[in-house]
Structures are given as structure tokens and as C-alpha cells.
């Protein structure tokens, strides 16, 4: 007998998703201070910044690619040094500044707090059970991966 699957939906269902970015924003600082200097509210607030720049549709054009590799890829660039420019910072090469957007990304999912009440126990006993679960989110898997480590929901 095969596995029965169960699809569930991050946002909204596992966690908050205003408590996600809010806490996600916190931690940037304390993530970027002891790799690159500058303060906590200086990169709280360069990532808001550039955030809100990469979402406005006027620059989305520079975030066109032919699949998400791509697009994740340029947002990742972007994301990082953009908060180095508005820091004065120096930019990395690409490779190390995907390297040092992975490593963030990384710490950061472990650390955030905002699993809804009472998500996490039916996901554990779910899991226990032998269901196979997936998930829909606007986060990439990368991301999740780190969220769910960080709740205990990791097998």
C-alpha cells in the first residue's frame, strides 16, 4: 500500500506570516553584524529598504529569468548587495555573495519563532504515522527547510 501524501500550506496554516517577516527582519542584523560589521538597526533597516525595492514592479524587469534558479539567483545578488551599497559596504563577487546569502538564509530560518499554536504537534504525529507531507509556500524549499529545523518538524 502506497503512502498516503498531505499537502500543507506554510503561510497562514504552520505559521504567521507577519510574525515571519517581522522576526525574519530582527535577525538579519544579528546575522550580518558579525560577518560584515555595521549595527543591527543599520541592516534591519538596509533590508527593509531593499526589500521593498525588489518587490516595487518597477525593478522586477531586472529579476527576469527563464525559471526560478535564475530569479532566485538574482534576488539573492541584489538582496545582499544592496544592503552592502546602502551600508558602504564593499560587494562581494557573486559566488560569495550567493555563498554569504545562503549562510544567512541558513542561520536565520533556524532562529525564527512563529509557528501558529498548536501547528507543530499535528506535523510531528503526521510524520510518526507515516504520511508524507509536503508544503506550499512562497518560501523555497531552502527556506522551509531551515523554518522546519528551527520548529522541530525535521525528520
Request: aromatic share 8%; hydrophobic share 45%; with cysteine.
Amino acid at each position: 500500500m502506497s503512502p498516503l501524501n498531505i499537502f500543507l500550506d506554510d503561510g497562514g496554516v504552520i505559521t504567521d506570516k507577519q510574525r515571519r517577516a517581522a522576526h525574519f527582519e530582527c535577525l538579519v542584523g544579528d546575522c550580518f553584524v558579525p560577518l560584515l560589521g555595521g549595527t543591527e538597526e543599520a541592516w534591519t533597516h538596509a533590508h527593509r529598504a531593499v526589500v521593498d525595492r525588489l518587490a516595487d514592479p518597477k525593478s522586477m524587469s531586472v529579476l527576469t529569468a527563464a525559471d526560478f534558479v535564475g530569479f532566485y539567483r538574482a534576488y539573492q545578488l541584489r538582496l545582499v548587495g544592496g544592503m552592502c551599497e546602502l551600508l558602504d559596504l564593499p560587494t562581494s563577487p557573486e559566488e560569495e555573495c550567493l555563498d554569504l546569502a545562503s549562510r544567512a538564509l541558513a542561520w536565520i530560518t533556524r532562529r525564527i519563532q512563529a509557528a501558529l499554536p498548536g501547528a507543530v504537534e499535528p506535523i510531528q504525529l503526521l510524520y510518526r504515522q507515516g504520511y508524507v507531507l509536503h508544503t506550499a509556500s512562497g518560501w523555497c524549499s531552502l527556506e522551509l527547510a531551515g523554518s522546519f529545523e528551527g520548529m522541530g518538524v525535521q525528520p
